[in-house]
């Protein structure tokens, strides 16, 4: 896990890379991990570690998911999409966003039926094996969600982040059976279903935050107000402009588009005046990788021309 820096990368190629290698171990430990589990449950007849088991398998489609959307993003514009792919991320993550959701709502209807299971009694004390598994599956699964959301934080991919808060979502899962085993190996059994209406919640809050964060990107959201304030600080630090006539931004996927205006001296020829916008257009791109594309409008400013 050490291999994931911490320096943002934007390189569509490296983004692909990196997404591809940490589903890939996702998709190993989910595979495992979801298998000792089934075991574990069966053995230690305990119904929460079952399904917790079957939470984990989820893991593997979604962790399939992200490298599916993921690369399809990394895709080079073509004829039929000439501003590129990066959308395609924003589809998987509502994909997984609803993946999340239906997750969290099979946590929270098992919880209400096992309620009324152990308020009639009929909740069973499962076997000490399904303890350990629980806390096992709460350590791997937190150490998955750390690895996975520092990769999307590097690579600002929202299947990333989605993929990391899946695995959240199944060490709060574990975390809520393993309190519900104790609690039933003590004498309240409907310690269990508590704790997974409790989780249900989190993870019905979670996966609304993924689908709207992915909502912005597709809608052409503007960027926040730091990298806004950022652009405008480089643009009005170019030699040559005089003023900022306009600045808008929109996300596009993982990248931005941003659109700028400025005045410049009127008494410029038309070369003087495109090599200033060329220069805030290469500012703007070299210093903030995360725009894909700045497009730099040319206004005659009169106020030196009137002096």
Same mark, same amino acid.
């Given at each position: 896990m050490r291999d994931i820096e911490q320096q943002a990368i934007y390189d569509s190629a490296e983004i692909k890379r990196v997404a591809v290698r940490v589903s890939w171990v996702s998709i190993i430990v989910n595979t495992l991990l979801s298998l000792g589990k089934l075991l574990a449950g069966l053995l230690a007849h305990s119904g929460a570690m079952v399904s917790d088991a079957v939470h984990s398998a989820s893991d593997v489609i979604s962790s399939g998911m992200v490298m599916f959307g993921v690369s399809m993003a990394a895709k080079a514009e073509d004829a039929s999409h000439p501003y590129g792919h990066e959308r395609l991320e924003c589809v998987t993550a509502l994909l997984l966003a609803a993946l999340l959701f239906v997750t969290g709502m099979g946590i929270g209807l098992s919880g209400i039926r096992n309620i009324s299971l152990a308020l009639d009694g009929q909740l069973a004390a499962p076997g000490l094996l399904a303890l350990w598994a629980a806390l096992l599956s709460v350590a791997v699964k937190e150490g998955m969600y750390w690895y996975t959301k520092a990769a999307a934080d590097r690579t600002n991919?929202?299947?990333?982040?989605?993929?990391a808060?899946?695995?959240?979502?199944?060490?709060?899962?574990?975390?809520?059976?393993?309190?519900?085993?104790?609690?039933?190996?003590?004498?309240?059994?409907? !310690?269990?279903? !508590?704790?997974? !209406?409790?989780? &249900? &919640?989190?993870?019905?809050?979670?996966?609304?935050?993924?689908?709207?964060?992915?909502?912005? +990107?597709?809608?052409d959201h503007a960027c926040d107000e730091k990298t806004v304030e950022r652009i405008?600080?480089?643009? &009005?630090?170019?030699?040559?402009?005089?003023?900022?006539?306009? !600045? +808008?931004?929109?996300?596009?996927?993982?990248?931005?588009? %941003?659109? %700028?205006?400025?005045?410049?001296?009127?008494?410029?020829?038309? %070369?003087?005046?495109?090599?200033?916008? =060329?220069?805030?257009?290469?500012?703007?791109? =070299? +210093?903030?990788?995360?725009? +894909?594309? &700045?497009?730099?409008?040319?206004?005659p400013n009169f106020s030196l021309a009137a002096e």
């Open positions: 991919s929202g299947a990333l982040l989605a993929d808060w899946h695995h959240r979502s199944d060490a709060l899962s574990s975390v809520g059976s393993f309190a519900g085993i104790l609690g039933a190996r003590l004498g309240w059994p409907i !310690l269990d279903p !508590l704790a997974a !209406l409790v989780i &249900c &919640c989190f993870i019905l809050k979670v996966s609304w935050d993924i689908a709207q964060d992915s909502f912005d +990107k597709m809608v405008r600080e480089t643009v &009005c630090a170019t030699s040559g402009v005089l003023s900022l006539d306009d !600045l +808008k931004t929109r996300r596009f996927g993982s990248k931005s588009y %941003v659109d %700028v205006e400025i005045g410049v001296d009127s008494r410029l020829n038309i %070369v003087e005046a495109h090599n200033i916008a =060329q220069l805030v257009h290469d500012n703007i791109e =070299q +210093k903030m990788p995360e725009v +894909k594309h &700045c497009m730099v409008h040319v206004n």
